[in-house]
C-alpha cells in the first residue's frame, strides 16, 4: 500500500475518531459563548482581517491533545504494514552511510577532514534526513489529508508541523547508531566528541526544525491550491542535497559560500559537524543560515495563517 493512500485511510480514521468528535464539542462551546457574547452588542461589524494573523497559543493549547494525536497516529502509519516496521529507521541511515562512503568516499575520495568517511558523512546525515523527511511529509500533509480539513474545525498549523515532528524520532535512533559507531572509531582512532557538542546541539536541532518548516509550511499551503507542488516537492530536495555539505566537507565551496549559506541547511551542517567532530565551522554561514532559516519559517507561518481559511474549500 503506498504512504498516500495509508496518509488518506488514517485522515478519515482520525476524522471519525472520538477524540475529533470531542473536539468539535468545544467548538459548539465556542459558538455559544459567542453567540451570548453577540446578543448582549448592540451592533456588530464583520470584516476580514488583513496584516499578521498572530497565533491563537491558547486555542493550541486548547487543541494540545490533537497535534500529540497526530504525531503518534503518523508514527504508526509510517511502519504500518511493513515487515521490517521500526527498524527501518535504523537500516535507512546506515544504507544511506554505506552508499556514500562507496561512493563519494572510496569512489571519488572527497576528503573527509581527517575522519573516517563514515563518521565525516553521517555527521550531515543527522541533519539532512530530519530536514530532508520533515520537509517531504509536511508539504504534502494537507493534501494527504483533505478528509480531515473538511470534517471539523481544528488548528490546520498541526498537520504539518506534527508530520514533520515525526522525524525527530528517527533523529533520535539515528544518533543512536552514530553514538554506536563513534564509540566504534574511538577506540580504534581515538575520535571523541568535544564538550561543546551538546549546547551547540541544543541549538541546532530546533534550527533544523525551524528550517524545516520554513520551507514545508509553505509548501503544504501551496500545494493545496496548486498540485503542481507535489512533483516539485521531491526535485526540490534533490537540488538542495547538493548545494548542502552533507557528502563534502564546506570549505570546499569556500568562493561560493555566503550564495549557497542562502539555503539554510548550508550553515546547519557545517554546525553540526563542528560540534560533533569539532571541526572549524564558519560562523558567517551558520549566521546567514540561520537568518534565512527564520526568515523563510516567518513568511511561511504567515503566508500558511493567511491562506489556511481557504483550504477547506480547494482541499
Same mark, same amino acid.
Given at each position: 500500500? %503506498? *504512504?498516500?493512500?495509508?496518509?488518506? *485511510?488514517?485522515?478519515?480514521?482520525?476524522?471519525?475518531?472520538?477524540?475529533?468528535?470531542?473536539?468539535?464539542?468545544?467548538?459548539?462551546?465556542?459558538?455559544?459563548?459567542?453567540?451570548?457574547?453577540?446578543?448582549?452588542?448592540?451592533?456588530?461589524?464583520?470584516?476580514?482581517? /488583513?496584516?499578521?494573523?498572530?497565533?491563537?497559543?491558547?486555542?493550541?493549547?486548547?487543541?494540545?491533545?490533537?497535534?500529540?494525536?497526530?504525531?503518534?497516529?503518523?508514527?504508526?502509519?509510517?511502519?504500518?504494514?511493513?515487515?521490517?516496521?521500526?527498524?527501518?529507521?535504523?537500516?535507512?541511515?546506515?544504507? =544511506?552511510?554505506?552508499?556514500?562512503?562507496?561512493?563519494?568516499?572510496?569512489?571519488?575520495?572527497? &576528503? +573527509?577532514?581527517?575522519?573516517?568517511?563514515?563518521?565525516?558523512?553521517?555527521?550531515?546525515?543527522? &541533519?539532512?534526513?530530519?530536514?530532508?523527511?520533515?520537509?517531504?511529509? +509536511?508539504?504534502? $500533509?494537507?493534501?494527504?489529508?483533505?478528509?480531515?480539513? /473538511?470534517?471539523?474545525?481544528?488548528?490546520?498549523?498541526?498537520?504539518?508541523?506534527? %508530520?514533520?515532528?515525526?522525524?525527530?524520532?528517527?533523529?533520535?535512533? $539515528?544518533?543512536?547508531?552514530?553514538?554506536?559507531? #563513534?564509540?566504534?572509531?574511538?577506540?580504534?582512532?581515538? *575520535?571523541?566528541?568535544?564538550?561543546?557538542?551538546?549546547? !551547540?546541539?541544543?541549538? @541546532?536541532?530546533? !534550527?533544523?526544525?525551524?528550517?524545516?518548516?520554513?520551507?514545508?509550511?509553505?509548501?503544504?499551503?501551496? =500545494?493545496? #491550491?496548486?498540485?503542481?507542488?507535489?512533483?516539485?516537492?521531491?526535485?526540490?530536495?534533490?537540488?538542495?542535497?547538493?548545494? %548542502?555539505?552533507?557528502?563534502?566537507?564546506?570549505?570546499?565551496?569556500?568562493?561560493?559560500?555566503?550564495?549557497?549559506?542562502?539555503?539554510?541547511?548550508?550553515?546547519?551542517?557545517?554546525?553540526?559537524?563542528?560540534?560533533?567532530?569539532?571541526?572549524?565551522?564558519?560562523?558567517?554561514?551558520?549566521?546567514?543560515? $540561520?537568518?534565512?532559516?527564520?526568515?523563510?519559517?516567518?513568511? %511561511? @507561518?504567515?503566508?500558511?495563517?493567511?491562506?489556511?481559511?481557504?483550504?477547506?474549500?480547494?482541499?
Amino acid at each position: 500500500m %503506498s *504512504t498516500n493512500t495509508e496518509a488518506t *485511510t488514517a485522515a478519515v480514521e482520525l476524522a471519525d475518531s472520538p477524540l475529533v468528535s470531542s473536539i468539535a464539542n468545544i467548538n459548539n462551546e465556542k459558538h455559544d459563548y459567542s453567540r451570548e457574547s453577540s446578543r448582549e452588542a448592540s451592533e456588530v461589524v464583520i470584516r476580514p482581517r /488583513t496584516g499578521w494573523i498572530a497565533i491563537d497559543w491558547r486555542e493550541m493549547w486548547t487543541y494540545r491533545e490533537l497535534f500529540y494525536y497526530l504525531v503518534m497516529r503518523d508514527v504508526s502509519v509510517r511502519y504500518k504494514q511493513t515487515v521490517l516496521g521500526p527498524a527501518w529507521a535504523v537500516i535507512q541511515p546506515l544504507l =544511506t552511510m554505506i552508499i556514500f562512503t562507496v561512493i563519494f568516499g572510496r569512489g571519488l575520495e572527497i &576528503p +573527509s577532514e581527517g575522519f573516517p568517511y563514515p563518521i565525516f558523512v553521517f555527521a550531515g546525515l543527522l &541533519p539532512w534526513t530530519l530536514f530532508s523527511q520533515g520537509l517531504s511529509a +509536511s508539504a504534502l $500533509s494537507l493534501v494527504n489529508q483533505q478528509q480531515l480539513l /473538511t470534517k471539523v474545525y481544528f488548528p490546520r498549523l498541526f498537520v504539518p508541523v506534527a %508530520s514533520a515532528c515525526v522525524f525527530l524520532i528517527d533523529m533520535a535512533v $539515528s544518533a543512536g547508531i552514530y553514538a554506536v559507531l #563513534f564509540l566504534f572509531f574511538h577506540a580504534t582512532q581515538g *575520535t571523541s566528541p568535544s564538550w561543546w557538542t551538546l549546547p !551547540m546541539l541544543a541549538y @541546532l536541532v530546533p !534550527m533544523t526544525m525551524v528550517a524545516t518548516l520554513g520551507m514545508g509550511l509553505a509548501l503544504a499551503a501551496l =500545494t493545496v #491550491f496548486y498540485r503542481d507542488f507535489k512533483h516539485l516537492v521531491p526535485f526540490l530536495v534533490q537540488i538542495l542535497m547538493y548545494v %548542502s555539505p552533507v557528502f563534502y566537507p564546506a570549505r570546499l565551496v569556500k568562493d561560493w559560500w555566503p550564495i549557497l549559506a542562502l539555503n539554510p541547511m548550508f550553515g546547519i551542517i557545517d554546525g553540526y559537524r563542528y560540534a560533533i567532530l569539532g571541526l572549524p565551522c564558519n560562523p558567517g554561514a551558520l549566521a546567514i543560515s $540561520s537568518a534565512t532559516a527564520v526568515g523563510m519559517f516567518l513568511f %511561511s @507561518l504567515f503566508y500558511f495563517r493567511k491562506t489556511e481559511r481557504q483550504f477547506a474549500d480547494f482541499a
